[in-house]
C-alpha cells in the first residue's frame, strides 16, 4: 500500500501513537532483557568491520609515512599529505563493498531478533544468524536501495570533489594547485551538507523497510513502498527516537572515556613514582591488558549501540501496523476481504 492509495476515513481513525517515554522504556527492556542476543549477534560483523578498518588504515599510515619520517626536502610532507588524499576516493569506494554486504548480514540479523523479541517470541544467535544468511541476496539488494536512494547524491557529490581535486592538482608539488581549486570546494561542501541533510530525510522515509521486508515477505521495492506508508506523519517522531538513544550512547561513551584517562594517569602517577622502566615486563602487561578491555568496552559499546538502533526501529514498526493497518482491517465491509501487506485484524 502507498500513500497515494490509503484510504481517507482511515486517516482520521488511527490509533495514538506509543507515548515516547513508553517506547524508549521498551527498547531498553529488550535490550536488558535480551543483553547476550544483541552481543552475540554482533560478534561475527564486529570481528569482520576491525580487520576492515585495520587493512584501510593500514594503507592509509603507510601513505602517511613521510609525514612521520624527518626528510631534508621540505616538500616531503606536502607532497604525502596530496597523494594520501588521491588514494582516499577510491580506498573508500573499495571498502564500502565488503562493508555493505556485512552491514546487510548485520541488519537480517538483527532486525529477526528486534522483530521476534517485540513480538513476545524467542528467537537465538544461530537462529538470526540462519536467517540473515538464506536472505542475504535480498539484504544487500534492499541495502543498496535504501543507500544510493537516500545517500547516492552525497556519493555523487564526493567523487566529483576528488575528481577535481586530481585534475586542479596535477602537477603538485612542483607545480602550484588552479585558484580555482579554493572557489570550488567551498561550494562543494555547501552542497554536501545540503545532499546529506536531504538524504537523512529520504533515510527516515525508509526506516522501516527492513523489519517489514523481514516480518511481511515482501520484495524490496515493496518494503520501500509499506516503509513510505507506515513513516507517514511519523519521520519527525522517529528522528527524535533515534536522536535520543544515540545522545544516551554518547554519554554512556564519554563516561567510559572519561574513566579511561582517570585509569590511565594513575597508571602513568605509579609508573613515575615506582620508577618503572617503559619496557618493563609489568608496564607491558598492564598495557596489554587495559588494551584488551577498552577493545572490549568498545565492541560492548558498539553492539549495544547498533542494536539499540534495530530495536527502536523494530518498536516503532509493530507500532506504525497498529496504528495504521488496524484502522483500515476494522472498516473492511467483508470479514474475507483480503487485507493490505502486513495488515492484522483489529
Same mark, same amino acid.
Given at each position: 500500500m502507498t500513500e497515494g492509495n490509503r484510504p481517507a476515513s482511515a486517516a482520521r481513525a488511527e490509533f495514538p501513537p506509543m507515548p515516547f517515554g513508553f517506547a524508549l522504556s521498551r527498547v531498553y527492556q529488550i535490550l536488558r532483557d535480551h543483553l547476550k542476543l544483541f552481543l552475540g549477534i554482533g560478534v561475527a560483523p564486529g570481528v569482520a568491520m576491525i580487520v576492515l578498518y585495520a587493512?584501510?588504515?593500514?594503507?592509509? @599510515?603507510?601513505?602517511?609515512?613521510? /609525514? /612521520?619520517?624527518?626528510?631534508s626536502d621540505p616538500l616531503a610532507a606536502v607532497?604525502?599529505? @596530496? #597523494?594520501?588524499?588521491?588514494?582516499? +576516493?577510491? +580506498? #573508500?569506494? /573499495?571498502w564500502m563493498i565488503p562493508m555493505m554486504v556485512i552491514g546487510a548480514f548485520y541488519l537480517g540479523a538483527a532486525f529477526h531478533a528486534g522483530n521476534k523479541i517485540d513480538s513476545g517470541v524467542g528467537t537465538s544467535v544461530?537462529?538470526? @544468524?540462519?536467517? *540473515?544468511?538464506t536472505r542475504m541476496g535480498q539484504s544487500i539488494v534492499l541495502l543498496l536501495w535504501i543507500y544510493f536512494r537516500a545517500f547516492g547524491l552525497v556519493l555523487a557529490i564526493m567523487c566529483v570533489g576528488f575528481g577535481l581535486f586530481a585534475l586542479l592538482t596535477p602537477g603538485f608539488p612542483n607545480q602550484a594547485p588552479s585558484? *580555482? +581549486?579554493?572557489?570550488?570546494f567551498p561550494v562543494l561542501m555547501l552542497l554536501y551538507l545540503a545532499a546529506y541533510v536531504y538524504g537523512i530525510i529520504v533515510a527516515l522515509r525508509m526506516s522501516l523497510a527492513f523489519p517489514a521486508w523481514l516480518e511481511e515477505g515482501l520484495t524490496a521495492?515493496?518494503?520501500i513502498r509499506r516503509?513510505?506508508? /507506515? #513513516?507517514?506523519?511519523?519521520?519527525?517522531?522517529i528522528f527524535l527516537l533515534l536522536l535520543v538513544v544515540d545522545l544516551i550512547g #554518547? *554519554?554512556? @561513551?564519554?563516561?567510559l572515556y572519561m574513566v579511561g584517562l582517570v585509569v590511565f594517569a594513575i597508571g602513568a602517577l605509579?609508573?613515575?613514582?615506582?620508577q618503572s622502566h617503559p619496557s618493563g615486563p609489568w608496564v607491558i602487561a598492564a598495557v596489554v591488558v587495559g588494551g584488551l578491555v577498552v577493545a572490549c568496552f568498545f565492541y560492548v559499546w558498539t553492539a549495544l549501540l547498533y542494536g539499540s538502533f534495530v530495536v527502536t526501529l523494530s518498536v516503532v514498526y509493530h507500532d506504525e501496523r497498529r496504528r495504521k493497518d488496524a484502522p483500515i482491517a476494522a472498516q473492511l465491509p467483508m470479514a474475507g476481504t483480503e487485507l493490505p501487506p502486513g495488515a492484522e485484524p483489529a
Amino acid at each position: 500500500m502507498t500513500e497515494g492509495n490509503r484510504p481517507a476515513s482511515a486517516a482520521r481513525a488511527e490509533f495514538p501513537p506509543m507515548p515516547f517515554g513508553f517506547a524508549l522504556s521498551r527498547v531498553y527492556q529488550i535490550l536488558r532483557d535480551h543483553l547476550k542476543l544483541f552481543l552475540g549477534i554482533g560478534v561475527a560483523p564486529g570481528v569482520a568491520m576491525i580487520v576492515l578498518y585495520a587493512a584501510m588504515f593500514g594503507i592509509m @599510515f603507510n601513505s602517511l609515512r613521510p /609525514l /612521520l619520517t624527518p626528510s631534508s626536502d621540505p616538500l616531503a610532507a606536502v607532497n604525502a599529505q @596530496f #597523494t594520501m588524499m588521491r588514494i582516499v +576516493l577510491p +580506498l #573508500t569506494l /573499495l571498502w564500502m563493498i565488503p562493508m555493505m554486504v556485512i552491514g546487510a548480514f548485520y541488519l537480517g540479523a538483527a532486525f529477526h531478533a528486534g522483530n521476534k523479541i517485540d513480538s513476545g517470541v524467542g528467537t537465538s544467535v544461530g537462529e538470526c @544468524f540462519g536467517v *540473515a544468511w538464506t536472505r542475504m541476496g535480498q539484504s544487500i539488494v534492499l541495502l543498496l536501495w535504501i543507500y544510493f536512494r537516500a545517500f547516492g547524491l552525497v556519493l555523487a557529490i564526493m567523487c566529483v570533489g576528488f575528481g577535481l581535486f586530481a585534475l586542479l592538482t596535477p602537477g603538485f608539488p612542483n607545480q602550484a594547485p588552479s585558484p *580555482a +581549486l579554493f572557489a570550488v570546494f567551498p561550494v562543494l561542501m555547501l552542497l554536501y551538507l545540503a545532499a546529506y541533510v536531504y538524504g537523512i530525510i529520504v533515510a527516515l522515509r525508509m526506516s522501516l523497510a527492513f523489519p517489514a521486508w523481514l516480518e511481511e515477505g515482501l520484495t524490496a521495492g515493496d518494503a520501500i513502498r509499506r516503509s513510505t506508508y /507506515l #513513516t507517514q506523519g511519523s519521520k519527525g517522531r522517529i528522528f527524535l527516537l533515534l536522536l535520543v538513544v544515540d545522545l544516551i550512547g #554518547t *554519554a554512556c @561513551f564519554m563516561v567510559l572515556y572519561m574513566v579511561g584517562l582517570v585509569v590511565f594517569a594513575i597508571g602513568a602517577l605509579v609508573m613515575g613514582v615506582s620508577q618503572s622502566h617503559p619496557s618493563g615486563p609489568w608496564v607491558i602487561a598492564a598495557v596489554v591488558v587495559g588494551g584488551l578491555v577498552v577493545a572490549c568496552f568498545f565492541y560492548v559499546w558498539t553492539a549495544l549501540l547498533y542494536g539499540s538502533f534495530v530495536v527502536t526501529l523494530s518498536v516503532v514498526y509493530h507500532d506504525e501496523r497498529r496504528r495504521k493497518d488496524a484502522p483500515i482491517a476494522a472498516q473492511l465491509p467483508m470479514a474475507g476481504t483480503e487485507l493490505p501487506p502486513g495488515a492484522e485484524p483489529a
